[in-house]
């Protein structure tokens, strides 16, 4: 099993600071993968960067909701030229850093959302995308 970010995630970065074997990584380029992702095949399931996620974004593999209930206003974020998803979000992370993100949709409360679709990308990104980018552990700081 594994741990697993969801587009839930607003890349706060506060994961990353408990991960005891640094398997989470900022995505990018950005766009494409706008999400923090967790590596499964180093991830020990620990479960130290649950609770530190502001946005209640991951979750443990099998736990991972087929039917989520948003919040109002609750955001998510895919990647670019996905239906729905051209909102400009501007926040900031668990330094204090500017978060700029173009590919987001605000929820409306009650809305369901099948977040299982989340769980293939964080495969991906270590199989098929970047996966540990020269000086991801610098740009998470
Ligand atoms: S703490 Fe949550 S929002 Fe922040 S990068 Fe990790 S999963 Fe994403
Ligand atoms: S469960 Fe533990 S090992 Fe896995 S990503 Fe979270 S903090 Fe890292």
Redesign the pocket.
Known sequence: M??IITSLCLRDGG?VE????E??VPGMPQDQYPWYY?DPA?????????PECPFEA?FTEDEVPDAYDAKADQKQAKPAGTPGFTEHFEGSNHHGHAVVMDTVKTLTAGETLNLRDDIQPNYDYFEKGPGYWDGWQQHAK
């Open positions: 594994t741990h994961c408990v991960c005891p074997v398997c989470i967790i180093t991830c020990i399931d620990c479960g130290a960067c649950i991951i």
